[in-house]
């Protein structure tokens, strides 16, 4: 079935280590987007990419860097220079055409980051 | 992008109807009504999303009144599976980054 796969589901870091989670879409779907999660709170867009080799900074892209060397993949690396890394971070892909307000975006499952 | 006020919390009995409300009075002529749902621990799941008319799909339907000011979620049979936090959220439909923004939903409460 088609859809948005993160992993891994669960991931533990140390002081001063980057991490870096995965995101694949096998919906053919051009635009990508990773988001941010705290408790109880709504979601805060990081990055977003309209096309491969292209990317645009969110809301909170300070301490996070990424890719997007392939359409179907988007990997979001969380850096040492992320001082509150500990969240639920969330991928999402949508279409691109018939502009953004009428292509729902579909999301994973999310990937749980905690610090040791 | 305009905001919505969503109630906190609803309860629903199981097999009714769940409406759910939602204002969006300063909503502009181009922008969406999304509505998305999140079960504890998951990704956000779309539902339905609609400019003036109503929809319908197989999961819900969207009522939005004459002047698109407000809106209303109809899950028609809704089950215990349904409980979760619904978000309402309008978006531009071009000319920003598409991003979603989720204010803080109402928590759906289906009892049996």
């Known amino acids: 079935d088609g859809g948005i796969t993160q992993s891994p589901k669960y991931l533990f870091r140390k002081e001063g280590q980057n991490v870096t989670l995965s995101c694949e879409q096998n919906?053919?779907?051009?635009?990508m987007y990773w988001y941010r999660q705290d408790p109880g709170q709504g979601l805060r867009l990081i990055y977003y990419s309209q096309i491969v080799n292209d990317f645009q900074k969110g809301d909170i892209a300070e301490g996070y860097s990424v890719s997007r060397e392939k359409k179907e993949s988007f990997p979001l690396t969380v850096t040492s220079a992320q001082k509150n890394p500990t969240a639920f971070y969330l991928c999402a892909s949508s279409p691109l055409g018939g502009g953004w307000g009428n292509q729902p975006q579909h999301f994973g499952d999310g990937t749980r980051l905690s610090i040791l | 992008d305009a905001k919505t006020t969503q109630p906190p919390s609803m309860d629903c009995a199981e097999g009714r109807a769940a409406n759910l409300p939602c204002n969006h009075s300063?909503?502009?002529?181009?922008?969406?009504v999304y509505w998305y749902r999140q079960i504890h621990s998951q990704g956000p799941q779309y539902i339905i999303h609609g400019l003036k008319n109503n929809e319908t799909n197989e999961m819900a339907s969207l009522i939005i009144t004459e002047d698109r000011k407000s809106s209303t979620l109809i899950l028609p049979h809704a089950t215990l599976r349904d409980t979760a936090v619904y978000y309402c959220?309008?978006?531009?439909?071009?000319?920003?980054?598409?991003?979603?923004?989720f204010g803080q939903g109402t928590t759906l409460q289906v009892k049996p």
């Open positions: 300063t909503i502009s002529g181009n922008e969406y």
């Open positions: 919906l053919n779907h051009d635009a």
């Open positions: 959220i309008v978006r531009v439909g071009s000319g920003n980054t598409g991003k979603l923004i």
